[in-house]
């Protein structure tokens, strides 16, 4: 926790059980198993281009609904891939 950037986290590992408490534990929006941070972008996840990024967990600005309070935590499991 203290070295988190709480955006994007990634651990290259075999043991199911280590890969299983960093993902409990690590407090970020996007956690990745045996991939590349490169893939830690909107487009990738099939949101478009990115217009600004936001690491808190509250970013909502004027009227606020239950979307604005939605934040999410993306978890990919990969073997290894990187982007081209």
């Known amino acids: 926790e203290n070295f988190s950037s709480h955006h994007t986290e990634a651990i ?12 409990n534990e690590i407090d970020s929006a996007i956690l990745l ?3 590349s941070t490169q893939f830690a972008d909107g487009g990738e996840f099939g949101m478009g281009a990115e217009i600004g ?3 808190g967990k ?4 004027g009227p606020v609904g239950v979307e604005q309070l939605t934040s999410f935590k993306y978890r990919v499991r990969r073997t290894g891939q990187v982007r081209p």
Request: proline share 0%.
């Open 58 to 61: 509250m970013h909502a600005r």
């Open 12 to 23: 290259v590992a075999e043991d199911a059980d280590t890969v299983e408490r960093f993902f």
């Open 33 to 35: 198993h045996n991939a």
């Open 53 to 55: 990024i936001a690491t």
